[in-house]
């Protein structure tokens, strides 16, 4: 276990500096004001016996633990009272511990840990609020649209330290959509073998359908091809299959070890060639193959990642595909969405343009150009149409316990 000592201006900046220097998993052992900031005393790689053993010497008054009655070992976690001490200071505390209060230290020392960090994170707020109230009612707005903090602490740090009250609400909204980063006009329409890649069910064979049917509106339906490589879900191919028919394009379904690239030298006289990719979580080992296989065609095929704009987790996904070099993404599923933050951060913070939103599953209807300001307007009416639900639901909460109303009180 290593402990270390840093001091720094605000507290916030120490904990940064435990974060850079010890990682995410480094324990707050201590915190105090000194002269010039505060000091903050945290360990890392901790073993749960040391570290119980630390705590009790930072909290003691006395910095000298009191001494330990000598102990001797017989057998594995079996203590002799009068022998000698272990020579190995590790070897003490995790011999006269049983596993069973190791996990409870763990576990104690992990809620220590985690109510430290809320009442620092708790103070820094408050001084906050007294020192910088514009930025903090910044941060609330943009906190209530679900943005990642870095997202929303980089725009707060954007806006100018006085506003008027207006602006100082707009500003915020404004700066959003200026990071949004949106692809450039209606891609589809330039043709190429593009592939849509993605999570299962975010939509990606509806938006396939969706793409095929728009291109068709400017083209012929037999400039078009669809290629599907989705062999793993029943069904899978008979559903753009069926597309396929409704729009009179056909349809084409390669197998894993069939020759992609092949495929695609056959279909070269197609202006449009959509290839449907099946959807996987991104944790599984098959897909690092799919993105072998797609990611081996070089740019002669363009990828787009789809995102439900209901599903968790889009910066992962993001990461996941990020090797294939996308050229864009679509958004899905925005009518079924209650908060749209966590898509939108993960887009700005992997600089990944949005191309297409879908706002449900109608072909072609639903599929429209993204617009970063229409995106911002839907991401403030949903987090409002939360807090008006919030606020229903103490309301309902309210009205189904009503306060009993005695005689007495009626008649006084
Ligand atoms: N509400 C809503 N539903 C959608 C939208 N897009 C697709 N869906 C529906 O979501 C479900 C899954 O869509 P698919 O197109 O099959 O999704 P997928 O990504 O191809 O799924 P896998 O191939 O299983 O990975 C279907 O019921 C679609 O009709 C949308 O924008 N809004
Ligand atoms: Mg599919």
Redesign the pocket.
């Not at 940064?16 to 002269?35: F, H, K, M």
């Not at 000598?70 to 272990?86: D, H």
């Given at each position: 276990m290593k402990i270390k000592r840093f001091v720094a201006k605000s507290m916030r900046d120490a904990i940064r500096q435990v974060r850079d220097e010890q990682g995410p998993d480094a324990v707050i052992l201590s915190n105090r004001r000194v002269p010039g900031g505060v000091e903050v005393v945290a360990a890392t790689d901790y073993d749960a016996a040391l570290a119980h053993q630390a705590l009790r010497q930072f909290s003691s008054p006395d910095p000298q633990p009191p001494p330990e009655k000598p102990k001797k070992l017989n057998a594995p976690g079996r203590p002799v009272e009068g022998a000698s001490v272990a020579a190995s200071p590790s070897a003490l505390p995790a011999a006269a511990a049983t596993s069973g209060e190791l996990a409870l230290m763990q576990r104690e020392l992990g809620s220590m840990r985690k109510l430290l960090e809320e009442q620092l994170a708790g103070m820094h707020w408050n001084e906050l609020k007294r020192i910088q109230p514009h930025r903090v009612a910044v941060l609330r707005t943009l906190d209530q649209l679900g943005l990642a903090a870095e997202l929303a602490n980089s725009i707060a740090d954007e806006m100018p330290l006085k506003l008027e009250a207006e602006a100082a609400q707009t500003l915020p909204l404004s700066l959003l959509a200026r990071r949004i980063p949106i692809g450039p006009q209606d891609p589809i329409l330039d043709g190429g073998v593009v592939a849509?890649v993605?999570?299962?069910?975010?939509?990606?064979?509806?938006?396939?359908?969706k793409l095929a049917a728009r291109f068709a509106q400017h083209n012929r339906a037999r400039d078009i091809a669809l290629v599907t490589l989705?062999h793993y879900?029943i069904g899978?191919q008979e559903?753009l299959f069926s597309y396929g028919r409704l729009l009179g394009v056909p349809v084409h379904s390669v197998a894993p070890n069939q020759d992609l690239g092949a495929v695609l030298d056959q279909l070269s006289d197609r202006k449009l060639v959509l290839v449907?990719?099946?959807?996987?979580s991104q944790r599984d080992r098959t897909l690092a193959q799919q993105i072998d296989r797609l990611g081996k065609l070089g740019p002669r095929l363009r990828s787009y990642v789809?995102l439900?704009a209901n599903a968790s987790g889009p910066d992962e996904v993001v990461r996941r595909f990020a090797s294939l070099k996308p050229s864009g993404c679509v958004l899905?599923?925005?009518?079924?969405a209650s908060c749209i933050g966590a898509p939108l951060s993960a887009v700005i913070g992997n600089v990944l343009p949005l191309s297409y939103v879908?706002?449900?599953?109608r072909v072609p209807e639903?599929l429209h150009l993204a617009h970063a300001d229409r995106l911002v307007l839907c991401a403030v009416q949903l987090a409002r149409a939360a807090v008006k639900a919030v606020d229903d639901q103490s309301v309902a909460q309210r009205l189904a316990n009503p306060v009993p109303i005695s005689a007495s009180s009626i008649h006084a």
């Amino acid at each position: 276990m290593k402990i270390k000592r840093f001091v720094a201006k605000s507290m916030r900046d120490a904990i940064r500096q435990v974060r850079d220097e010890q990682g995410p998993d480094a324990v707050i052992l201590s915190n105090r004001r000194v002269p010039g900031g505060v000091e903050v005393v945290a360990a890392t790689d901790y073993d749960a016996a040391l570290a119980h053993q630390a705590l009790r010497q930072f909290s003691s008054p006395d910095p000298q633990p009191p001494p330990e009655k000598p102990k001797k070992l017989n057998a594995p976690g079996r203590p002799v009272e009068g022998a000698s001490v272990a020579a190995s200071p590790s070897a003490l505390p995790a011999a006269a511990a049983t596993s069973g209060e190791l996990a409870l230290m763990q576990r104690e020392l992990g809620s220590m840990r985690k109510l430290l960090e809320e009442q620092l994170a708790g103070m820094h707020w408050n001084e906050l609020k007294r020192i910088q109230p514009h930025r903090v009612a910044v941060l609330r707005t943009l906190d209530q649209l679900g943005l990642a903090a870095e997202l929303a602490n980089s725009i707060a740090d954007e806006m100018p330290l006085k506003l008027e009250a207006e602006a100082a609400q707009t500003l915020p909204l404004s700066l959003l959509a200026r990071r949004i980063p949106i692809g450039p006009q209606d891609p589809i329409l330039d043709g190429g073998v593009v592939a849509l890649v993605g999570p299962t069910g975010v939509g990606k064979t509806t938006t396939i359908a969706k793409l095929a049917a728009r291109f068709a509106q400017h083209n012929r339906a037999r400039d078009i091809a669809l290629v599907t490589l989705d062999h793993y879900r029943i069904g899978a191919q008979e559903q753009l299959f069926s597309y396929g028919r409704l729009l009179g394009v056909p349809v084409h379904s390669v197998a894993p070890n069939q020759d992609l690239g092949a495929v695609l030298d056959q279909l070269s006289d197609r202006k449009l060639v959509l290839v449907d990719t099946a959807g996987m979580s991104q944790r599984d080992r098959t897909l690092a193959q799919q993105i072998d296989r797609l990611g081996k065609l070089g740019p002669r095929l363009r990828s787009y990642v789809v995102l439900a704009a209901n599903a968790s987790g889009p910066d992962e996904v993001v990461r996941r595909f990020a090797s294939l070099k996308p050229s864009g993404c679509v958004l899905t599923k925005l009518d079924e969405a209650s908060c749209i933050g966590a898509p939108l951060s993960a887009v700005i913070g992997n600089v990944l343009p949005l191309s297409y939103v879908a706002y449900g599953q109608r072909v072609p209807e639903d599929l429209h150009l993204a617009h970063a300001d229409r995106l911002v307007l839907c991401a403030v009416q949903l987090a409002r149409a939360a807090v008006k639900a919030v606020d229903d639901q103490s309301v309902a909460q309210r009205l189904a316990n009503p306060v009993p109303i005695s005689a007495s009180s009626i008649h006084a």
